[in-house]
C-alpha cells in the first residue's frame, strides 16, 4: 500500500512543493506531559471527558415547563362625565420557547388559579404599583382580572 502511495506523494511534491509542520507549543507541552508524567496525564484527559459527558447528559434531560402571563392592557378611558375604565386582563398560559424539540408538549391550557378562588375577589397575594383603587378577581382558573 505504501509503494502505490509513493509516487503520488512524490508528484503532488513535484507540483506543489514540500510543506514542513511543527507541533505548536501547547501540543509540545501536551506531548512532553505524556512521556514524563502519563498518569496525570490521561487523568487530565479523563475529567476533560467527564466534564463534557456530563455537559452533554445535562443538555439531554427535559427542560423545566414554564407559565407566561400575558396581560392585556385596558384601553385609554373616554373624556366624558363619570367614566368606567376599561379592567386589565391577565392570561395565563405554557411557555413552550424553552422546551426541547423531542420533549412533548402539554396539552391544553395551564390551571394556575386555586379552585376555591376561581370566580371571587382576591384579597391578598397579588397588588398593582403604583397602588390604584379597585379589586383583583379571578374570571376562570388562568385568568385574573383587576377592575380599577
Known amino acids: 500500500m505504501a509503494n502505490i502511495l509513493k509516487p503520488a506523494g512524490h508528484l503532488i511534491g ?72 376599561d379592567s386589565l386582563k391577565v392570561e395565563f398560559s405554557y411557555d413552550l420557547s424553552s422546551l426541547n ?9 395551564p390551571s394556575v388559579a386555586r379552585i376555591d378562588l376561581v370566580a371571587k375577589k382576591i384579597a391578598e397575594g397579588v397588588r398593582i404599583d403604583p397602588a390604584i383603587p379597585g379589586e383583583w378577581k379571578w374570571i376562570d382558573d388562568r385568568r385574573l382580572e383587576f377592575s380599577p
Not at 20 to 47: M, Q, R
Not at 103 to 109: F, I, R, T, V
Request: charged share 15%; proline share 14%; aromatic share 16%.
Open 101 to 109: 424539540p423531542d420533549q412533548p408538549h402539554p396539552e391544553g391550557m
Open 14 to 85: 513535484f507540483l506543489v512543493g514540500r510543506f514542513t509542520w511543527s507541533a505548536p507549543p501547547w501540543l509540545a507541552f501536551f506531548c512532553n506531559l505524556k512521556k514524563s508524567n502519563p498518569k496525570s496525564f490521561w487523568a487530565g484527559i479523563l475529567v476533560l471527558l467527564s466534564v463534557f459527558g456530563a455537559y452533554l447528559y445535562y443538555q439531554s434531560l427535559p427542560k423545566p415547563l414554564f407559565i407566561q402571563a400575558i396581560i392585556t392592557k385596558p384601553d385609554l378611558t373616554e373624556n366624558v362625565k363619570n367614566p368606567t375604565p
